[in-house]
């Protein structure tokens, strides 16, 4: 590898480049497994040459610990926040007041965006890089967070995002020298919830909602906490500018904000009309759950900057713009029971059972207690009335007790002492908030663990659906998970309910057929898919993968000490004790035989480090210009010969451009969608870091 300072600044580019495509984009064009190789050579470098170190290199992210409190951040502007409006009355007044006091707004378009129920947060650029930022605090003085904001991989460290001026080319010119960007920090609904499903594998506290997390995310004092929470960020206002050019409109400035490689939401539209607007926003009443994150409505904006701030502000609200509420998502109904769910690993996990209530169409009856210890610090109580709120796909959540509606008739729960499904003792571990059931022929265990193992992120088998499986299993046709490689056709027949056999009848056996065809294909499963369904505590889809790149086999792994695992990036102590754990029982070695003898030992298949491997292939590239040395046609063999694909036309499929001297219209279509790139240098050095990877 080339130890230059300009392969390195090379490199963190292209990191940040696909830290971009992966975080801002959601469209990424590496593997994580490549991405980490990458990484890995960009820290190599870093430890060789200390004093090339610079302040948008991804590992600059996470900073040390804050000593003691946060420190102040005066905002160069107020940090204003919103009046509200409830139904479409409330906003067709507030666009008649604002009519009244300036005539433009007759005429004025609007943009609507959602109102994301996150935290407000203020990004300082100078001269193109991040260099602080703060919480919203009163609205004139914030706390200073940089650190902590450095760690959200959507925040970019340098602007525009993508090098060598692709997306922003034009803009290069006007960038402000300070430029001050207010966004909503917040965690999507998917990564809530598998962060917290992650954390109850390891027997961790799991969190109540995403809005209360990412605050308190936000807070740390240690950014290596911060950067273990999955925040992300959508960006909506300039708060402030010194030089440079901006756009004079909102729907503009969301478009001149992405172009710099700010995220910005993609539900966002302009309209003509304050009627238009409104009903865009109800239509959204029903639907906010496809945002996935909370919003708690929609804002109606003015769209013409000038306008808009000559307009004002009453107290803390422009007038301006006007927060359209969706309905609200709690409500209170009567806990009537507490039961007792036991995980795959043995957790048993509280959950409320509800009488049944309504809460924007959906009947809620059950929500999650998180675990005991919530139980006890809300004082909730058997009996009690409780506020529960169901927010987007997470599942609904109760909040507390109302203590002011109790009758004394209420009861207080104890934990229970013997496991709810096998009625074997329960016990707790040192430094940890769960109660388990120990007992590994527990049959809901099992139940929960086939259940893992078919599921998607693991071995994806379709058809394998949980009343099968429990059939299955009172059948005694599987008692562990190697027993799925053996079913045969009559025990998956017998396992069918009355009506699926029924169906059966037209074609016959189809469904039967379908699994025996999903289990088969599910052999061919990646060694990484293959760990993650073994279902070791706290071993999720991240930390399978490192194992199966670092161990490359079953055998390895299962030889590996509690020392070697723990080398391992994102495997803790906790997690190679439980690896080793797993290992040692002689119930899993059976299993593991079981498996061995049904040809499932998966290992994985290095790719082959010559020269002309495919290392581009499913990407496609367009070649534009006057390269400096090699002609078009030498170009599209040499991308060819790495197994790409090189077109004519540039569009959203595009991977990259590659760009010579005195482009035509590619290049201008390129910038527009944000296709990322290449002169015939980086060109050469992104085939030469694939081949190492
Ligand atoms: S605009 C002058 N846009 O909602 C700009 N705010 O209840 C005023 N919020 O304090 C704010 N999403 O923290 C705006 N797309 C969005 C928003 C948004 C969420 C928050 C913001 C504000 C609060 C007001």
């Known amino acids: ?126 001269k193109n890089v991040f260099i602080q930022g703060a919480t919203r605090g009163d609205g004139e003085i914030g706390e200073d967070i940089t650190e902590n904001l450095r760690t959200i991989n959507a925040i970019p460290m340098k602007i525009p995002v993508l090098a060598n001026g692709s997306g922003a080319k034009n803009l290069l010119a006007s960038i402000p020298e300070t430029l001050v960007v207010r966004g909503e920090v917040f965690i999507n609904n998917k990564d809530f919830e598998k962060m917290n499903k992650q954390l109850e594998e390891k027997g961790e506290k799991t969190y109540q909602n995403p809005r209360n ?36 409109t909102q729907w503009e400035l969301l478009q001149w904000l992405k172009a710099l490689g700010f995220p910005v939401s993609d539900a966002a539209q302009k309209f003509g009309t304050i009627d238009q607007a409104i009903s865009f926003t109800e239509s959204w009443e029903n639907g906010r759950d496809k945002l996935g994150y909370e919003a708690d409505g ?59 209530v309504e809460i924007n169409g959906v009947i809620v009856e059950r929500a999650t207690l998180h675990n005991f210890d919530f139980i006890r610090d809300k004082d909730i109580r058997v009996g009690d009335r409780v506020l529960i709120k169901r927010a987007g796909e997470v599942i609904p959540y109760v909040i507390g007790p109302v203590v002011d509606l109790r009758n004394g008739s209420e009861k207080t729960f104890e934990i229970p002492t013997v496991c709810p499904e096998c009625g074997q003792q329960v016990e707790q571990f040192e430094g940890e908030v769960a109660w388990y059931c120990i007992n590994l022929s527990c049959p809901a265990q099992i139940l929960r663990t086939i259940e893992h193992f078919v599921s998607k992120g693991a071995m994806d088998i379709n058809g394998m659906g949980i009343k099968i499986v429990e059939k299955l299993i009172e059948n005694d046709s599987i008692k562990d998970i190697s027993d799925i490689y053996t079913l045969n056709r009559a025990e998956i027949m017998s396992a069918l309910t009355k009506r699926d056999r029924k169906t059966e009848n037209e074609p016959p056996g189809k469904i039967a057929e379908n699994l025996i065809n999903a289990i088969d294909a599910s052999r061919k499963q990646p060694l990484s898919r293959f760990i993650t369904a073994l279902g070791i505590k706290g071993v999720g889809e991240v930390a399978a993968k490192d194992l199966a790149e670092h161990f490359g ?14 080398n391992i ?17 002689e119930r899993n070695q059976i299993v593991l035989k079981k498996f061995q003898a049904a040809g499932l030992w998966p290992v994985v298949v290095r790719k082959e480090q010559k020269e002309g491997v495919a290392v581009f292939a499913g990407l496609t590239f367009v070649v534009t210009g006057t390269l400096p040395t090699l002609s078009r046609d030498q170009a599209k063999e040499l991308i060819e010969s790495v197994g790409g694909k090189v077109t004519d036309s540039v569009s959203a499929k595009t991977s990259y451009l590659v760009l010579g001297e005195n482009p035509g219209s590619k290049y201008d279509k390129a910038v527009k969608l944000n296709v990322p790139i290449l002169s015939e240098e980086t060109l050469n050095d992104l085939i030469k870091m694939k081949n190492q990877g």
């Open 553 to 566: 086999s079953m055998d390895g792994l299962a030889a590996a000490s509690a020392a070697e695992l723990q």
């Open 569 to 585: 990036e994102g495997v803790g102590p906790n997690t190679a004790t439980a690896i080793v754990d797993w290992f040692d029982l």
């Open 1 to 126: 590898m080339e130890n230059t300072i300009e392969h390195y600044i090379k490199l963190i580019e292209e990191i940040n480049l696909h830290n971009y495509r992966y975080h801002v984009l959601d469209d990424p064009l590496i593997s994580d497994i490549e991405y980490d190789t990458l990484l890995r050579q960009l820290r190599a470098i870093e430890g060789q040459h200390a004093d090339w170190i610079r302040p948008d290199s991804p590992t600059q992210r996470v900073g040390s610990v804050i000593s003691d409190k946060f420190t102040k951040l005066a905002h160069p502007n107020p940090i204003l926040s919103l009046a509200n409006a409830f139904g479409r009355d409330d906003a067709y007044s507030w666009f008649e007041r604002v009519k009244k006091m300036d005539e433009r707004v007759a005429k004025t378009s609007f943009v609507v965006e959602p109102k994301i129920d996150g935290l407000s947060v203020v990004l300082h650029y100078q």
């Open 213 to 248: 997390t990412a605050a308190g995310s936000l807070r740390q004092l240690d950014p290596a906490i911060t950067a273990k929470r999955p925040l992300t960020i959508l960006c909506y206002q300039i708060v402030h500018h010194v030089g440079g050019e901006i756009p004079q």
């Open 298 to 356: 929609m804002v109606i904006k003015i769209d013409d900057q000038n306008l808009f701030n000559d307009l004002g502000f009453v107290g803390k609200d422009p007038r301006g713009a006007i927060a359209f509420k969706f309905p609200g998502r709690e409500v209170t109904t009567r806990l009537n029971g507490i039961g007792v769910a036991v995980g795959r690993t043995g957790v048993l996990t509280p959950y409320a059972e509800l009488q049944a």
